[in-house]
């Protein structure tokens, strides 16, 4: 059974860094094809796809956010971590953290319960 | 603004047969780029329904399939069902942005 659970703060000020973390278990991120993406959601609004890291230590991030965001992966510890630097409350949403395999294209076939992070002074 | 546009809402009767559209660009559908479609019941994270244009992961219902043509894709529901009522969105990946892309989304309503 495949699981992911997304953990990290749930109130930000502007100006600070958020970290979250996702743990996963059922597949490794040592296996051909697989990744493990986030994706976030503002209250209300639409989904907004952010990064993904792959197996072969791959990044891939949105352009639009590309100078604020880092992904990593420690395989050893099934943990995928994202950190998204200066935090602004526009980036209020619920952050998901999904998994990507071969076999599903580029869909992301499973998905954690999300955690909503706030934004606030 | 998203890439893919989406209509923002779609209604039908139960039995009925609803579609959701998707349109993209040369930078994406249109390059050839597959898509993807997602159900997302209220208060629950989006669910893959649809995966590399018209393939169901194990467990959807046939009652939903998926097209794509040229810079378009669309998203079919037959035999409609009140449980049906989710928000569904598409996604694909864009050339010009190097990234995975997502419809507005688009609200089912089972009347």
């Known amino acids: 059974q495949i699981t992911l659970k997304e953990s990290g703060p749930t109130l930000m000020k502007p100006t600070q860094t958020l970290t979250l973390t996702c743990t996963f278990s059922g597949f490794s991120l040592r296996d051909s094809g697989v990744g493990v993406g986030w994706i976030r959601q503002p209250p209300g609004k639409a989904l907004e796809w952010l990064a993904v890291i792959y197996w072969d230590d791959d990044e891939r991030y949105s352009s639009s956010l590309k100078t604020r965001l880092t992904i990593t992966k420690d395989t050893s510890r099934n943990q995928v971590v994202l950190r998204l630097t200066n935090m602004d409350p526009v980036d209020t949403a619920r952050y998901y953290c999904?998994?990507?395999?071969?076999?599903?294209?580029?869909?992301?076939?499973?998905w954690g319960q999300g955690t909503l992070v706030t934004v606030s002074s | 603004q998203s890439v893919l546009t989406q209509p923002p809402s779609v209604s039908g009767a139960p039995g009925q047969r609803v579609t959701v559209s998707c349109t993209g660009s040369?930078?994406?559908?249109?390059?050839?780029?597959?898509v993807q479609w997602y159900q997302q019941l209220p208060g629950r994270a989006p669910q893959l329904l649809i995966y590399?244009?018209?393939n169901r992961p194990s467990g959807v219902p046939d009652r939903f399939s998926g097209s794509k043509s040229g810079t378009s894709a669309s998203l079919a529901i037959t035999g409609l069902q009140a449980e049906d009522e989710a928000d569904y969105y598409c996604?694909?990946?864009?050339?010009?942005?190097?990234?995975?892309?997502f419809g507005g989304g688009t609200k089912l309503t089972v009347l």
């Open positions: 590399a244009n018209n």
């Open positions: 999904a998994l990507r395999q071969g076999e599903y294209g580029s869909g992301y076939s499973s």
């Open positions: 996604q694909s990946y864009d050339i010009s942005l190097s990234g995975v892309i």
């Open positions: 040369s930078s994406n559908l249109g390059a050839g780029y597959a």
